[in-house]
């Protein structure tokens, strides 16, 4: 069975850090894009940071860039998400998603699997 479970979730202060991590089961993933998504209350689901099947090439959204990274370990089959300077707007439920090919990027409809999520939010 396919599965994306992931973890490292919880309430942080503004200004705090989280690492996410995604495990991936069921089969490898070495050959597929991963990418980070969230979803805030209220509000439709958005992209994060998505990273290639080598783990070469990375993309941000803006609202993140230069303090979220992406970065992946092939033998673990694992994809993680450090969230540097966090800021309350950054409350969301996180969910990590497989591409059906090398390289996923911002489009939600590139991607085949999903993760159930896990909650982060930031207090002020």
């Known amino acids: 069975q396919v599965q994306l479970v992931e973890s490292g979730g919880g309430l942080v202060q503004a200004g705090g850090s989280l690492r996410l991590s995604c495990a991936a089961s069921g089969r490898s993933w070495n050959s597929n894009g991963l990418g980070w998504f969230r979803q805030a209350p209220g509000k439709e689901r958005e992209f994060v940071a998505a990273?290639?099947?080598?783990?070469?090439?990375?993309t941000y959204a803006d609202s993140v860039k230069g303090r979220f990274t992406i970065s992946r370990d092939n033998a673990k089959n694992t994809v993680y998400l450090q969230m540097n300077s966090l800021k309350p707007e950054d409350t969301a439920v996180y969910y990590c998603?497989?591409?059906?090919?090398?390289?996923?990027?911002?489009?939600?409809?590139?991607?085949?699997?999903w993760g159930q999520g896990t909650q982060v939010t930031v207090s002020s």
């Open positions: 990273i290639s099947r080598g783990g070469s090439s990375t």
């Open positions: 998603a497989a591409a059906r090919i090398r390289w996923g990027g911002s489009s939600a409809h590139e991607y085949d699997y």
